[in-house]
Each structure stands twice: as C-alpha cells, then as structure tokens.
C-alpha cells in the first residue's frame, strides 16, 4: 500500500510540475500560484465532503471516548487536526513542484518566499472548512430521520449532482473564448478562477506580488473560518452522535409469520441491508453508474458530427461509446470492499453452515443487481443517441455486460488478497484500502485499455477484435471466479 500511495504521489507532482512548465512556457508564470490553489483545494472538497461525516462522527470513536472526561472542542479538535494533516500533504505535493518552477522562471526577491511560508500552510483550512460543513449538515439532517444511511446518502449523490450541474452551466457561459480574450489569456484564466474560488485568486496575487502581509491575513481568516466551522461541529456534536447512534427499543414485539428462502436469496438480501446501511459505502459507489447514465443522457443534446470533427483523430462513437460507459459503470464495484466491509463480524458468516461459493455469490450478485438498472438505463439512452444498427448493436449491450462481468469478479478477487478486519471507520475500508484502489478500478482501467488497443487497430478487424476481448475476459473472469470459490474463507 506504500508503494501505491508512493506512485500515485509521484504522478500527482508530476503533473503539477508538468502544468506549471505548459503555463510558464506560454508566459503565464502569474497563473501558476493561484492556479495550483484552485485545484489543491477543489480536490479537497470534493474529496473531503464524502469523508467528513464518517471521520468525525465515527461510530467506535464516539463510543471510546464518550465515557472519558473529555470535553467534545478536544474530540473534534484532534480529528479535525487529523484531516488537516492527511490533507496538507497533497496540497504540497500539488504547490510545491508549481511553485519550484514559477520561482526558476520569475527569480523572484526574497518577499515571495516570506509570503509563501506565511501563506501556504492555510491552503488546506478554507475547502476542508466547507467539506466539513457539508458533511457535517447532511449528517445532522439525516440523523433525525428514520432511515439515516439512506437519507444521507440521498444528500450526499444531490450534492455531487448539483456541482456537475454547476461545472456544466459554468463550461457553457464560459465556454467559447474570442480573440480579444485570447491576447489577454492570463486575465481570462483568472477571472475563471475568481468564478471558481475566489480566495485562491486573493493569496496566488499576494504571493506574486510579494505581499507577505495580504499572505498573513489570507492565513489568518482561514484559519478563523476553520475555527469557527470546529466550533459549530463541537457545539452539535453530541447531538448528532446521539441521534445517530442511539435508538429506541419496543416492548411489543410479536412474532410474525416465519418465512422460508432459498440461501442465495437470503444471503444477496443481506448484502443489501449491509450496503444501504453505509453512507460512504453508497456514495463512493453509486456515482460512477450515475454519471455513465449522465453520459448517455447527454450524448442526446450534442452534435457529434461538430464533436468527432474538433479531434485530431477519426473517432467511431458508436464503437467508443460502450467502453467509455462500462468504465463509468466499472468505476468502483462494491465487491472490491465487501468482504472488508464485515470487518469483526465476518466471524458470524465464517460460523455460519455455508459454503465458500454461496456467500461469494451473494455479494456478486448483489453488485450484478445494484449495477442492472443504470445498465439498463444507460444502454437504451444509448440507442436513442446513436441509433447503432446491425453488428453495432450487439457489441454495445455485449461489451458493457462483459466489462461489468469482469470487474465485479475482479474486485472480489482483489479484496481476497486485501482484506482489511480491523477497521474502525468505513472511509478506511472504501477510500483508503488497498483492496478498494487495486480491484475498484479494474474495470475502468480495463476499459481505458480497450479503446487505445481499438484506436490502434485497423477498421477491418474491429468486429474480430471486439470477440476477441469478449471472449479473453470471460475467460480470464472464469478463471477468477473458480479460483475465488476454491478460497477457504
């Protein structure tokens, strides 16, 4: 896991670095400050909102530490602290290498540098202020109501909806850039960035300029509104611990009418439960399905002869378009977590009369189902769109079904290998496992594959090649699924 967090650090500075060298190539050394801010704390966000309420209003920590003389500012405090560090080192992975570049570039005096210490330890307070707050707000609102994890997983995909929203209407007022603003690109690119986040603008030009005392204020007013949401968090936050985690016991239970079921169905019906009763588990795997039905929708409102006549290259929509919604779709299966997922109750399972075969079944098959109707949906949006004929209609229901196929198998071999038991908060099983980077993004990278190895074929072959691939991943996915259920649990 080392390794992985070590590449995906170097790649991360690596593209900074390569963003900063484009941009003072075109002579827009000036952009490059609050332009890496920008992206460093929109990422934090975005990132961060689906992670607060789970980090902060934690289940087993609440239950730890709510018996100790502990005041809840000294609970909040240590976790928001925690965030914070967990956040910085991005942030500097993502300014660092921009501003090593914009420094070889400008030479500039010793007050950039002054302005920089002063000012880049508080990029992180004001993005992960608004993440803890929206998080903070979706969880509270959802603890008052019956089915919390539903609820706050129903906010939380809205949220996430309306910032595509967002980004899409601002692409389409922004979009179209005319000579005058050409000659003034840099002018351009901040006013964007105002429009995006203004506070990035306020420290980038302070730090361009030298202003080592607008740096300090910037820090300053970050760090009052990191505060202050810590405050707010603090004053709730026994509340919302309350709401979430207690409940009420009835004294008038009766038993009802036992029913039997088969144990596939019994075992999938579980797995369900189990997955609506997460929020985080819900969100980080159910927005991949709604984008690729996004995707599909939206191929309905664009003109694709002026689209495929803007890339340097030839591009068949119709041939490209099931893989880019089976990478969607793939983008992160709940398989790749859901034996992680049973953390210290998987002894129940393993206690339990069944098979090795039966209870990976369920949760493939619950991912199989879970995925169907954004399947469905995306495939007959698809069709209106395109309106394929012939061979290409097969291959776009086929392709998609083989990819999901695959990396729901995929996924749960991968989280065989990593299991991680000992877990205390969900975010650590879904977002921070190895199980759920290695095996959640099977499928989509496998997709990404797929289009470079048919952009690289000749037209001729594509129908070969498209059996080809069907064929090899069912294949590889048979291996994969003997292989999974010859495992002793």
Not at 242 to 260: I, W
């Amino acid at each position: 896991m080392l390794a992985v967090w070590a590449v995906l650090a170097m790649v991360l500075a690596v593209y900074a670095g390569g963003l900063s060298y484009g941009l003072t190539y075109l002579g827009m050394e000036e952009v490059i400050p609050p332009y890496l801010i920008a992206l460093s704390s929109l990422l934090i966000f975005f990132f961060g909102m689906f992670k607060a309420g789970g980090v902060i209003f934690g289940r087993e920590g609440y239950e730890n530490l709510c018996s100790l003389p502990l005041a809840p500012a000294a609970v909040v405090g240590g976790r928001f602290v925690r965030m914070y560090v967990e956040n910085l080192l991005p942030t500097l992975l993502i300014l660092l290498p921009g501003i090593v570049i914009y420094a070889r570039a400008v030479k500039p005096g010793m007050a950039f540098y002054l302005a920089v210490l002063l000012g880049i330890w508080a990029v992180p307070l004001l993005p992960m202020a608004g993440a803890v707050l929206v998080g903070a707000l979706i969880t509270g609102v959802s603890s008052r109501m019956r089915r919390k994890s539903l609820v706050s997983s129903a906010l939380s995909i809205l949220v996430v909806l309306a910032i595509f929203y967002g980004i899409s209407r601002f692409s389409y007022m922004d979009g179209g850039l005319h000579p005058e603003q050409m000659r003034e690109l840099a002018d351009t690119v901040f006013s964007l960035l105002g429009k995006v986040y203004s506070p990035a603008v306020w420290l980038g030009r302070a730090l361009t300029e030298g202003r080592w005392v607008g740096s300090l204020g910037w820090a300053a007013f970050s760090l009052g509104v990191f505060a202050l949401v810590g405050a707010c968090v603090s004053f709730w936050f026994r509340q919302i611990c309350q709401s979430l985690f207690g409940s009420s016991a009835r004294h008038d239970y009766e038993m009802g009418v036992l029913r039997e079921d088969s144990v596939l169905r019994a075992l999938c019906r579980r797995e369900f439960k189990r997955y609506f009763s997460s929020t985080v588990y819900v969100t980080n795997t159910i927005i991949g399905p709604i984008m690729s039905c996004l995707f599909s929708g939206a191929l309905l409102f664009v003109n694709l002869e002026s689209l495929t006549g803007q890339l340097p290259i030839s591009v068949d929509v119709c041939s490209l378009a099931p893989f880019a919604m089976a990478a969607m779709l793939c983008m992160m299966t709940t398989t790749s977590t859901s034996i992680s997922m049973e953390g210290k109750n998987w002894w129940i399972v393993k206690s339990l009369p069944l098979s090795v075969k039966s209870v990976l079944d369920a949760k493939l098959l619950m991912n199989l189902l879970l995925l169907l109707p954004f399947y469905l949906l995306a495939e007959l949006l698809l069709l209106l769109a395109l309106h394929p004929g012939g061979a290409e209609l097969v291959w776009m229901f086929l392709l998609p079904g083989v990819i999901i196929l695959f990396s729901c198998v995929y996924g749960l071999t991968v989280n065989l290998h990593f299991p991680v038991m000992d877990w205390e908060s969900e975010v650590r099983v879904v977002k921070q496992s190895a199980s759920a980077v290695l095996g959640g993004m099977g499928g989509f990278l496998v997709s990404i594959v797929c289009v470079a190895v048919f952009l690289a074929t000749p037209e001729a072959y594509a129908n070969i090649l498209k059996a080809a691939l069907c064929v090899g991943m069912l294949l590889v996915t048979f291996l994969l699924y003997r292989r999974n259920c010859g495992k002793t649990l």
